[in-house]
């Protein structure tokens, strides 16, 4: 509670430094335009504060974490390393190839037919071409279960 007293007054003295050279005829108008704007700014750079505490880990962290059993179970995890950590919302058969390279991981004989598999069980929908590639998207049973497999092994 106190925390939020503080930071009021601090954007009453920052809104009242900032007035300080409007006429007086208009200052209690700019007061009250200021004083909201300065308070809901201070609530987003909480809230981006807060979306940096997400943890940042590799791509070789997070399937070392999980140490997936299945071709599948790898795959969908670089797609949700993808999405989460990458901001990368589509992407093709040659971003999740990268991801098995990347972590040293076997590849599956027919990766196609893994991502298939993966659509078949509401894991991953198709998109639209992704550098001239079948594009895909994570969806949320694919996110969900992603976690899922996080939490069961922390």
Not at 19 to 30: A, N, P, Q, S
């Amino acid at each position: 509670m106190k925390d939020i007293e503080e930071l009021i007054k601090k954007n009453i003295k920052k809104a009242l430094d900032i007035i300080i050279g409007v006429e007086d005829e208009y200052r209690l108008e700019t007061f009250k335009l200021i004083l909201p704007f300065l308070l809901k700014q201070d609530d987003l750079d909480k809230k981006r504060e807060t979306s940096k505490v997400k943890e940042h880990i590799s791509l070789p962290e997070l399937i070392a974490k999980i140490n997936p059993k299945t071709y599948a179970d790898t795959a969908i995890i670089v797609c949700y390393y993808l999405f989460t950590y990458e901001d990368i919302i589509g992407f093709n058969i040659d971003h999740i190839k990268n991801g098995f390279d990347q972590v040293r991981a076997v590849k599956p004989k027919n990766m196609t037919d893994t991502l298939n598999g993966l659509i078949k069980r509401g894991f991953l929908r198709s998109s639209t071409d992704i550098e001239s590639k079948k594009g895909f998207e994570l969806t949320k049973m694919g996110i969900d279960y992603t976690q899922n497999l996080i939490k069961e092994n922390e």
